[in-house]
């Protein structure tokens, strides 16, 4: 892998290993690989020299030709926008210059997805981007094929005597057919770049429903934001069943999400802090999650007045910035997490990111430095969550930014993503059309990502298979006395039944469509069993579909059970081979599904 900067206006090649530039300034450009399967590097400059550096501009982490033998053609997502839009594919034939970066300083919004793959002769190189900031990607094709070139936008400065900055890291992996390549790509992630073997939860969280509903017609209920609505909510929980996780969110801190994010002392509903909730949940057999903004401060807050070292971006702007970049900071926040985690018994620690960062990098950096404010702060993100998980060996950490706004390879190296799109903010209407999205976000995130979920508002099965992946939120009406919990406890039920499938490959059966006239499917795959989520959406008029599914020995014989939307099950015997040419699936009426489970019989 091979990399680039310009020095004074010169532009530099970058090869593996530690390289001097000139003038005390040192490249070194940490590769490691396994084979000819994946490369991985992470660039870093170091001045070691008395004075400062020269200019340094445009550094790539990767800026690398690629052959081809014709035209390279192009696959990848959108960002997240919180709507139709969020997570859809992009698909076109690289035949002119492409330049892509996302969103206000967040590596998945919007605008920009940092994972992308590009196919050309029978070979697929797929590419993942680490860096939780203002990341570029430029692609072009060339004479002999394609360059691609991983960077950061700002990046216009010099170095002071013994400083350090790093840059995006780069993983690439080479595969051959391009749906295959991503689901090795997948695979690998799993392996050897996420947390090892996380458990997601099947959680009850209520604050969107109670606390911070999206609309007037669904009704605040204040006593939930307390500690005995706390317990009672754990309480309901019990009904349900097969719940795991208590998930308490953006209301158990001095004013709440809306003006208090900043403050760590308890609302008034927690006259003793958030111990007799952690202690009742775990006597319950529960995890305890806990939503934090330690990033972001309210001007007022408690944490606003006591850090001296805050980004800022004018007197009128109703934000601060907890400046990680400032070893001090960093430290005194990280000190502050690490005390509240203890002290409460927190299982998952969610931390969320509702600012757009890069106005505020853009505002602190001084002249003749652009990018350093950035680069340092990303870095100093990396650190505090490092030292999270170094104290506290067994703890989740939960990837939250106004959703998925932040799904760059480092922050998946050290979490998950519980809440992939605020889109889990609203129930299924007609503005928001929430369960054809997650069919979306699921088929699309899945070839790339394999650790996300969402959240759900109802315990309809259709709902809930729609949004479900080995954990989900569950943001029901539980103090409402005509509440189904009969239906939530086979619905969730069958969420703790399936979820150790999506360890497994997944294969998309059907592409990601906002039209509402089809269906939409996807298969789990196990080395020895699977899973089949299909489903009718509300205005098709089909009521059979022939599905092919993958991963089959076309010589053994295999059982499947159906189960369809009323929970009716039932068991057929198929050969491999008859199930690799197509399966007929019946499913009589429209906005239903039916989830088929298979095993070598």
Not at 577 to 591: N, Y
């Amino acid at each position: 892998m091979h990399g680039s900067l310009f020095y004074n206006g010169r532009k530099i090649t970058l090869t593996p290993g530690i390289q001097p530039i000139a003038d005390g300034l040192v490249a070194d450009l940490q590769c490691r690989s396994a084979g000819d399967n994946w490369e991985f590097a992470v660039l870093h400059l170091k001045n070691t020299g008395d004075a400062n550096t020269g200019r340094i501009t445009n550094v790539k982490t990767l800026d690398q030709e690629f052959a081809c033998s014709g035209t390279a053609h192009y696959h990848s997502l959108q960002g997240d926008s919180k709507g139709a839009a969020s997570f859809m594919p992009i698909n076109f034939p690289l035949i002119q210059p492409y330049h892509e970066e996302p969103l206000g300083g967040r590596s998945s919004n919007t605008s920009g997805f940092p994972y992308f793959d590009l196919s050309c002769g029978g070979k697929t190189d797929v590419f993942a981007i680490g860096w939780t900031g203002q990341w570029s990607k430029d692609i072009f094709p060339t004479d002999s094929g394609f360059c691609v070139q991983i960077g950061l936008c700002d990046c216009d400065f010099y170095l002071l005597p013994g400083e350090e900055v790093r840059f995006p890291s780069v993983l690439i992996f080479h595969g051959e057919d391009a749906a295959d390549a991503r689901r090795n790509f997948r695979r690998l992630l799993i392996d050897r770049f996420s947390p090892k073997s996380p458990s997601l939860p099947v959680a009850v969280q209520c604050f969107d429903r109670y606390f911070c509903p999206p609309s007037d017609d669904i009704p605040v209920d204040e006593s939930w934001a307390s500690e005995q609505g706390q317990i009672r909510t754990i309480d309901s929980a019990k009904k349900i069943g097969n719940i795991d996780t208590m998930w308490i969110d953006a209301a158990w801190f001095t004013k709440g999400f809306m003006g208090g994010v900043g403050n760590y002392t308890c609302a008034e509903g927690f006259p003793n802090g958030l111990q007799p909730v952690s202690d009742y949940a775990h006597k319950n057999g529960m995890r305890f999650l806990v939503w934090f903004e330690p990033e972001r401060c309210d001007i007022g807050t408690q944490w606003n007045a006591f850090e001296p070292n805050l980004l800022t971006i004018d007197e009128t702007y109703p934000h601060t910035l907890v400046n990680l970049g400032d070893d001090g900071a960093r430290q005194r926040m990280t000190d502050n997490l690490i005390r509240l985690i203890g002290e409460y018994g927190i299982d998952i620690y969610r931390q969320d990111f509702n600012v757009e960062p890069l106005p505020f990098w853009r505002a602190n950096d001084v002249e003749g430095r652009t990018g350093i404010t950035e680069m340092k702060y990303v870095a100093g993100l990396y650190k505090m969550w490092d030292r999270l998980l170094s104290t506290f060996p067994h703890l989740l950490i939960d990837n939250c930014a106004s959703g998925g706004r932040r799904l760059d390879l480092e922050l998946c190296m050290r979490s998950v993503t519980l809440w992939r799109s605020d889109t889990g903010c609203h129930p299924d209407g007609t503005e928001y059309r929430t369960t054809i999205w997650n069919h979306n976000q699921i088929l699309g995130l899945s070839e790339y990502i394999p650790y996300h979920a969402c959240a759900i508002w109802e315990p309809d099965v259709y709902t809930v298979r729609s949004t479900a992946t080995q954990g989900i939120a569950c943001n029901f009406d539980i103090f409402n006395p005509n509440f189904d919990f009969a239906l939530a406890q086979k619905s969730i039920g069958e969420v703790q039944q399936l979820k150790h499938y999506w360890n497994g490959d997944f294969y998309p059966l059907t592409e990601a469509t906002l039209d509402e006239s089809v269906w939409s499917a996807y298969q789990l795959a196990l080395p020895d069993s699977g899973a089949v989520y299909v489903f009718r959406r509300g205005q098709s008029n089909d009521s059979k579909m022939i599905f092919a599914l993958n991963a089959l020995d076309a010589d053994k014989q295999y059982r499947l059970t159906f189960t369809d939307e009323n929970f009716n099950s039932w068991e057929e015997t198929h050969g491999g081979q008859a199930l690799l040419s197509g399966l007929e699936i019946q499913i009589d009426k429209p906005r239903n599904s039916t989830v088929i489970t298979y095993c070598e019989a």
